[in-house]
Nanobody, 124 residues
Framework: QVQLVESGGGLVQAGGSLRLSCVAPGRTFSDYAMGWFRQAPGKEREFVAA????????YCTDSVKGRFSISRDNAKNTVYLQMNSLKPEDTAVYYC?????????????????WGQGTQVTVSS
């Protein structure tokens, strides 16, 4: 079974950048659509970005469009979330998720696999 491991979180000042990585060891990574979600304290988990298994199609939620981008390297079994112009409201635990399908997956309930999360804290 494919496991997911996120990394790259940390503390950054507002306006700064971070790149999150999610590694999915295993030879079936290219069969999986991937997504990033986040959960702030006291709030529900929310969708951030998704990418198809080929990497040919991506989608980001409105609140991060123009600042965040999702990409993947199937040769490295890795999906990335590049986060620029970070704001304090981006502070959350960020999770990657995977589902073996061809399209984009937006709903959290549709994902089969989840990582343990990585903390992102943006100071003002």
């Amino acid at each position: 079974q494919v496991q997911l491991v996120e990394s790259g979180g940390g503390l950054v000042q507002a306006g700064g950048s971070l790149r999150l990585s999610c590694v999915a060891p295993g030879r079936t990574f290219s069969d999986y659509a991937m997504g990033w979600f986040r959960q702030a304290p006291g709030k529900e988990r929310e969708f951030v970005a998704a990418i198809t298994r080929s990497g040919g199609n991506t989608y980001c939620t409105d609140s991060v469009k123009g600042r965040f981008s999702i990409s993947r390297d199937n040769a490295k079994n890795t999906v990335y979330l590049q986060m620029n112009s970070l704001k304090p409201e981006d502070t959350a635990v960020y999770y990657c998720a995977a589902r073996p399908t061809t399209g984009l997956v937006i709903a959290a309930a549709m994902y089969d696999l989840w990582g343990q999360g990585t903390q992102v804290t943006v100071s003002s």
